[in-house]
């Protein structure tokens, strides 16, 4: 039972300095900026350097969305970190950002959801702020996928980028219009083979044959991730809306998860919504996983597209298979 509702105070985000386009790539592998453009609707991307990790993007996205609201850094109850590139396979990314900003006597932890999992660490602060536990939440997306990429392969290499963007879940007073009206997630462990990094954990641990044979980079059969990502975004979507009894037209903004154009396309289509509703950024930054969602939202929101009081509806797919929605009220 909710005792309070939930809101977004604010949105932040960080993308690393070098940019990489598709010319870029054609030197890399056989590829061509048609190619890239058409299938994927991808341009650009960004990349870390070598001595950057998740916590420094993370950690930047959140001092941005501290810093654009009026919640003090002391206030802060809890860290979710939504990431499958952390520093480390632990301590966990989200006790590194804790440290970094300074943070105390909180709780941080990570969530491990693929793409999906700023929408994950969402639902989870959502409901530590609805049941009374914790009045701001500190929700950071953040993956850097280019580290765990195998540049030989042409059917990945093309699609990632890096990328953080963060957003703090308050407390929302009694009488205030922002609040998150509700949040759905799923997944498919049964379809988790179809995109998984193989080698590096207790499964399979690293040796020089892991290294040799790429094991420790993204292995993804993507056509059939593509139909999985139409499928489930739609069924995500089509639930959240019916069980609060609000159509796709009464919602101002749709910001999808930014793997493919024609996915996100597919997904429009599907909902009867305009593109000119769709917030889409694939160009500029390819797929950042866990990054995408915040960075198109904090920028659609810097530039005045989203405005307080604006219905949005954020969906995402991603690893495990998991999949999900949020319906807010900005
Ligand atoms: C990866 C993806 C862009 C491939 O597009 P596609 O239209 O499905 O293309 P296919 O995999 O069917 O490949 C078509 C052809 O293009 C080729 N191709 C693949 N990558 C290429 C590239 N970068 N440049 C040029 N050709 C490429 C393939 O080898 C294949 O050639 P063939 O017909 O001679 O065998 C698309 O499947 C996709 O976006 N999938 C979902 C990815 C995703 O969402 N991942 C993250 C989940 S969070």
Known sequence: MALYNAKFSSFGSFAPKKVVNNFDLEKLVETSDEWIRTRTGMFERHYTSPDEAASDLATQAAIHAIESSSVKYKDI????????????????????????????????????????GFLYSIDVARNYVENGTMKNVLVIGVDILTKITNWTDRNTCVLFGDGAGATIVSRAGKNE??????????????????????????????????????????????NKIFKNAIRSMFASTDEILRRNKMEAKDVDWIIPHQANLRIIEALAEKLHVPMNKVIVNI????????????????????????????IILLTAFGAGLTWGSVLARY
């Open 77 to 116: 109850d809890l860290i979710v970190v939504g990431t499958v590139t952390g520093d480390h396979a632990f301590p966990s990314t989200a006790c590194i950002v804790q440290k970094k900003l300074g943070l105390k006597d909180i709780p941080a932890f990570d969530v491990s959801a693929g793409c999906s």
């Open 283 to 310: 160009e500029k930054y390819g797929n950042t996983s866990s990054g995408t969602i915040p960075i198109a939202t904090d920028e659609a929101i810097r530039t005045k597209k989203i405005r307080r009081g604006d």
């Open 177 to 222: 219009i922002s609040h998150i009206i509700d949040s759905a997630i799923f997944s498919d462990g049964s379809q988790g083979d179809l995109l998984y990094q193989a080698a590096g954990g207790s499964r399979m641990p690293a040796s020089h044959e892991t290294v040799d044979k790429n094991l420790h980079t993204v292995y993804m059969e993507g």
